[in-house]
């Protein structure tokens, strides 16, 4: 599906980044940060641009490839690593940030991949998320069909057992991010801080 998806010549999320995540960024300790499910590249070329070193992972070749055409286009370096998020190894106290922008996982793996990405921060190291909450199924403005897809909270504060949340909020608000996601969402968002 999102070989399909990001086979068109637009960006299917636009290229500029998240809104949550441009707005709070800052959070982030300056180091090495890893993207999860980064699609065409839009978030690690941002990341970049404000002088991270980036890793970002998704499972589509084509969203890859032309993820490394906007990171030319803004003349940033990012590593890219093609790979199945259910086989992806975070690594233990190995990121400064962890950054997981609508990551539409079923809840099973999501659970586990965010407790490996708690183990994957370095102390004080930051997650930050923005993810579309059950609640999105009313709006019919993108991420989906399924609900144990969608975050919210409650999981959130169950998966990220051993952060700090500074910021967890479920809230309704524009989404406007290419043809996908255009139109009122409801989303949760979070930053979590990991104990120095």
Same mark, same amino acid.
Request: glycine share 12%; proline share 3%.
């Given at each position: 599906m999102w070989d399909e998806r990001y086979s068109a010549e637009e960006y299917a999320y636009s290229k500029e980044p998240n809104q949550f995540l441009a707005e709070n960024y800052r959070a982030i300790p300056k180091g090495r940060v890893l993207s999860l499910a980064e699609g065409e590249g839009r978030? +690690? @070329?941002?990341?970049? $641009?404000?002088?991270?070193? @980036?890793? *970002? @992972? &998704? =499972?589509?070749?084509?969203? #890859?490839?032309? +993820?490394?055409? #906007? +990171?030319? !286009?803004?003349? @940033? $370096?990012? !590593?890219?690593?093609? *790979? &199945?998020?259910? $086989?992806?190894?975070?690594g233990d106290n190995a990121w400064d940030g962890i950054v997981s922008i609508f990551c539409p996982l079923p809840s099973a793996l999501r659970s586990r991949l965010y407790k490996a990405a708690v183990a =994957? #921060?370095?102390?004080?190291?930051?997650? #930050?998320? $923005? +993810?579309?909450?059950?609640e999105q199924l009313l709006h019919d403005t993108g991420g989906g069909k399924s609900a144990d897809a969608m975050t919210t909270k409650a999981s959130l504060l169950a998966d990220l057992d051993g952060l700090r949340f500074i910021h967890l909020e479920e809230l309704e608000r524009n989404v406007v991010e290419g043809v996908y996601h255009t139109g009122l969402g409801a989303v949760v968002q979070a930053i979590a801080v990991k104990a120095a």
């Open positions: 978030n +690690a @070329v941002f990341l970049a $641009e404000q002088g991270y070193s @980036v890793t *970002a @992972v &998704d =499972g589509s070749a084509v969203g #890859l490839k032309k +993820a490394e055409k #906007l +990171a030319g !286009e803004h003349g @940033v $370096e990012v !590593e890219w690593v093609h *790979a &199945d998020l259910a $086989e992806y190894a975070i =994957g #921060l370095k102390p004080g190291g930051v997650f #930050l998320l $923005e +993810a579309y909450t059950p």
